[in-house]
């Protein structure tokens, strides 16, 4: 089992930066690849960016690319997102996912971003 709490949502002006941070607790941290996904009001959830045990690489959907970051802090067992150069259009409720592999997913509750033009 692995516990999540995102925070660092807000409202930002576009253009703007915010640092989203997801506290977990509950297994070995270093075990599993950890990921931001994010859900626009009327849309389905979609994968924003990964980053896996190691920390040595990291992915992203492309409508995301060169605007944020994944990291993660392995002592702290914490994984952030850095956002910068926001956009109306990433409006949504950004979710912290552990992928534990096998099919075995968690997830946390959710911290609301709003960009207003």
């Known amino acids: 089992q692995v516990q999540l709490v995102e925070s660092g949502g807000g409202l930002v002006q576009a253009g703007g930066s915010l640092r989203l941070s997801c506290a977990a607790s509950g297994d070995t941290f270093t075990r599993y690849s950890l990921g931001w996904f994010r859900q626009a009001p009327g849309k389905q959830r979609e994968f924003v960016a990964r980053?896996?045990?190691?920390?040595?690489?990291?992915y992203y959907a492309d409508s995301v690319k060169a605007r944020f970051t994944i990291s993660r802090d392995n002592a702290k067992r914490t994984v952030y997102l850095q956002m910068n150069s926001l956009k109306p259009e990433d409006t949504a409720v950004y979710y912290c996912q552990a992928d534990l592999g096998d099919e075995s997913y968690f997830w946390g509750q959710g911290t609301q971003v709003i960009v207003s033009s």
């Open positions: 980053i896996p045990g190691s920390g040595a690489s990291s």
